[in-house]
T-cell receptor
Framework: SQTIHQWPATLVQPVGSPLSLECTVE??????LYWYRQAAGRGLQLLFY??????ISSEVPQNLSASRPQDRQFILSSKKLLLSDSGFYLC????????????FGPGTRLTVL | DQQVKQNSPSLSVQEGRISILNCDYT??????FLWYKKYPAEGPTFLIS?????DKNEDGRFTVFLNKSAKHLSLHIVPSQPGDSAVYFC?????????FGSGTKLNVKP
C-alpha cells in the first residue's frame, strides 16, 4: 500500500530564518506531488505541484519554492520566512495514470514568530 | 478567483439525523469531484467521489449528488454520528490540479 510521510510535524521558526519541509511517498512510482497550505480558518491553497523530477509548477507568487530531487521526494523551502508563512502545510500525491483521487500526508504545523 | 465554493462555514446536526453539506463550482470543465474529511492537525482523508457522468454515488452512510446544470454538488450523511464531526472539503479535479472549497465544519451533537 502507499504511504506518504511529512516532517517535521511541528516547527516554530523566527522571522527571516530559512525553511525546509520534506515529503516522501512510498509504494508508488511516478506520482504527481503537491504542496498545499491551510491558513488558520481558511481552505486549502495549492502552492506547488509536480508531475516529474525537476518539474515544478508554482501556483501562488510568494517567497516559497519547491524542488523534486527524486521521484518520490518533494521539498518545500524558503530562504527567509515571513509572519504570513505561518500555517498548516500539507503534501499530497496522486497517480499519473489515475489522477482522480489525491491522498494527503499528516501535515506540518509551521509557526513563524 | 475561487472556482469551488462552500458557502456554509459551519453546520450543526443532531445525532441520527441527516447532514447535508453543499458545494458550488464555476468551471464547467471539471469532470471529477471529491469530498474529504479533515480533523484538526491532520491531513484530509478521502471520503467519496463522483464522476461528471453520474449524478449520484453512494458509499454506506455517505452519498454524493451532482447537479451539473446547477454546478452544484452535495454530500449527505445518514445517519449522522458524533464521530462525523470534522471539517469537510469538496474538491474538483481538472488536469492534475485539484481545486478545494474553503470547508464546512460539521458538528454532530449527541
Amino acid at each position: 500500500s502507499q504511504t506518504i510521510h511529512q516532517w517535521p510535524a511541528t516547527l516554530v521558526q523566527p522571522v527571516g530564518s530559512p525553511l525546509s519541509l520534506e515529503c516522501t511517498v512510498e509504494g508508488t512510482s511516478n506520482p504527481n506531488l503537491y504542496w498545499y497550505r491551510q491558513a488558520a480558518g481558511r481552505g486549502l491553497q495549492l502552492l506547488f505541484y509536480s508531475v516529474g523530477i525537476g518539474q515544478i509548477s508554482s501556483e501562488v507568487p510568494q517567497n516559497l519554492s519547491a524542488s523534486r530531487p527524486q521521484d518520490r521526494q518533494f521539498i518545500l523551502s524558503s530562504k527567509k520566512l515571513l509572519l504570513s508563512d505561518s500555517g498548516f502545510y500539507l503534501c499530497a500525491w496522486s497517480r499519473r495514470t489515475d489522477t482522480d483521487t489525491q491522498y494527503f500526508g499528516p501535515g506540518t504545523r509551521l509557526t513563524v514568530l | 478567483d475561487q472556482q469551488v465554493k462552500q458557502n456554509s462555514p459551519s453546520l450543526s446536526v443532531q445525532e441520527g439525523r441527516i447532514s447535508i453539506l453543499n458545494c458550488d463550482y464555476t468551471n464547467s470543465m471539471f469532470d471529477y469531484f471529491l469530498w474529504y474529511k479533515k480533523y484538526p492537525a491532520e491531513g484530509p482523508t478521502f471520503l467519496i467521489s463522483i464522476s461528471s457522468i453520474k449524478d449520484k454515488n453512494e458509499d454506506g452512510r455517505f452519498t454524493v449528488f451532482l447537479n451539473k446544470s446547477a454546478k452544484h454538488l452535495s454530500l449527505h450523511i445518514v445517519p449522522s454520528q458524533p464521530g462525523d464531526s470534522a471539517v469537510y472539503f469538496c474538491a474538483a479535479n481538472n488536469f492534475n490540479k485539484f481545486y478545494f472549497g474553503s470547508g464546512t465544519k460539521l458538528n454532530v451533537k449527541p
